[in-house]
C-alpha cells in the first residue's frame, strides 16, 4: 500500500493550512539511481550519557543526542546491513576536536577529545569504507566529497545521521545543490529537539529531498542486493 506524501512525524505539529500551502510540493518519492550512504556524524559524542532523556544526559556530556540518537540505532544498523549486500558505496563524515577554532555552529563548547569524533562502535567503517573529515555543517562544505562521488559514478544519495536540524540540513541541502537526487530516513535520523527534527524533516522533504520510512528504503536495498 502507496503512503501519503505526508506520512510521516510532522503530521502532529503541522495543520491543514499549512499543508494547503505546501501542496505544490506533493510528488511521487523514490530512492534514486546508483546509490551511496551518506552517514552523517554518528561519531561517539552523539551517544555519551546513554539512552536517558537529552535533558538529562546534556547537564554531563553536552552535545549529546540521549534517547533520540539510541532509538536510531537498530535501525541505522540495518540499513548499513543492506546497503553493504546490495554492494553500494558507504561513505561516513565526522570531524576532529576542536583545536583551531572552526566550528561547525556557535554553540558553546567545552573542551573535547579527538576519541569524540571516532564513529561509535555500532557503525564502524568496512575497510575501503570511505570517511569524509570536515569543519563546518555541511558533509560537501572545504571536502572532497564530491569528487570522490562523482569518482564512484554515484548519482543519488540515501542520508541519515545527525543532527536533522544541523549538519544532516546543511548537507541534503548541498547535495540537492549538486544536483544528486537525495533520500533522508527519517529513523536513522535525529537531533537534540524534537521540534527542531519535525521541522526540519518536514521542510527538507518538501523543498530538498525525499523522506522515506526505514523499512521502504530497507526494501529497495534488498532488491538491489547481488
Not at 41 to 60: F, I, M, S, T
Not at 88 to 94: A, C, L, N, R
Not at 152 to 179: K, N, P, Q
Amino acid at each position: 500500500m502507496a503512503r501519503d506524501f505526508e506520512d510521516f512525524c510532522w503530521r502532529d505539529i503541522v495543520d491543514e493550512e499549512i499543508l494547503e500551502i505546501y501542496e505544490p510540493y506533493r510528488r511521487k518519492t523514490f530512492v534514486g539511481p546508483k546509490p551511496a550512504i551518506l552517514a552523517i556524524d554518528l561519531y561517539n559524542k552523539a551517544y555519551e550519557g546513554g539512552n536517558r532523556p537529552v535533558r538529562e544526559v546534556n547537564r554531563e556530556h553536552p552535545g549529546a543526542c540521549g534517547e533520540n540518537s539510541w532509538k536510531a540505532i537498530e535501525p541505522t544498523k540495518q540499513v548499513f546491513a543492506a546497503a553493504r549486500a546490495a554492494g553500494i558505496p558507504v561513505i561516513y563524515s565526522t570531524r576532529h576536536a576542536d583545536t583551531a577554532g572552526v566550528k561547525s555552529t556557535f554553540r558553546t563548547m567545552r573542551e573535547e577529545q579527538e576519541d569524540q569524533y571516532g564513529i561509535y562502535h555500532e557503525f564502524t567503517p568496512k575497510p575501503g569504507e570511505l570517511v569524509i573529515y570536515k569543519e563546518r555543517a555541511s558533509a560537501f562544505f572545504g571536502t572532497p566529497l564530491v569528487a570522490h562521488l562523482r569518482l564512484m559514478g554515484v548519482e543519488s544519495l540515501i542520508i541519515f545521521g545527525e543532527s536533522t536540524s544541523g549538519c544532516v540540513r546543511a548537507s541534503t541541502v548541498d547535495a540537492y545543490s549538486y544536483g544528486f537526487h537525495s533520500v533522508l530516513i527519517e529513523e536513522c535520523t535525529y537531533d537534540r529537539s524534537m521540534l527542531s527534527h519535525k521541522v526540519n524533516l518536514f521542510d527538507l522533504h518538501h523543498k530538498y529531498c525525499d523522506v522515506m520510512h526505514v523499512e521502504d528504503v530497507l526494501a529497495h536495498l534488498q532488491g538491489m542486493k547481488k
